[in-house]
């Protein structure tokens, strides 16, 4: 398991510089396909860090409150996307 929490730890690491460049064409250009492609990217970046805090979890308990933290901040990031759709349809 450390194999795989190792390479989602380093897909998280590759989401942050990849949401910045994407949110910053999304704000300078108003373009739709990137600010929903950065939203994508950071609900994956924090979906991919859920099973690595989870496993050090088990470690140091203190931890358990990061791992709810990044599930609601999942669950309404989703939410979030999906209601982005529904309103400019």
Same mark, same amino acid.
Request: no cysteine; glycine share 4%.
């Given at each position: 398991?450390?194999?795989?929490?190792? &390479? %989602?730890?380093? =897909?998280?690491? +590759?989401? /942050?510089? +990849?949401?910045?460049? %994407? *949110?910053?064409?999304?704000?300078?250009?108003?373009? &739709?396909?990137? @600010? @929903?492609?950065?939203?994508? /990217? %950071?609900?994956?970046?924090?979906?991919?860090?859920? !099973? #690595? +805090?989870?496993?050090?979890?088990?470690?140091? !308990? &203190?931890?358990?409150?990061?791992? *709810?933290?990044?599930?609601? /901040?999942? #669950?309404?990031?989703?939410?979030?996307? +999906?209601? $982005? =759709? @529904?309103? $400019?349809?």
């Amino acid at each position: 398991m450390a194999d795989v929490a190792y &390479v %989602l730890f380093v =897909y998280f690491l +590759v989401t /942050v510089p +990849v949401l910045i460049g %994407l *949110a910053l064409v999304a704000q300078l250009t108003r373009a &739709v396909w990137a @600010r @929903r492609a950065a939203e994508v /990217v %950071l609900i994956t970046g924090g979906a991919a860090l859920i !099973p #690595v +805090v989870l496993e050090r979890a088990f470690e140091k !308990p &203190v931890l358990w409150l990061v791992v *709810a933290l990044l599930a609601v /901040v999942l #669950v309404f990031g989703l939410t979030m996307h +999906v209601k $982005s =759709y @529904r309103r $400019s349809s």
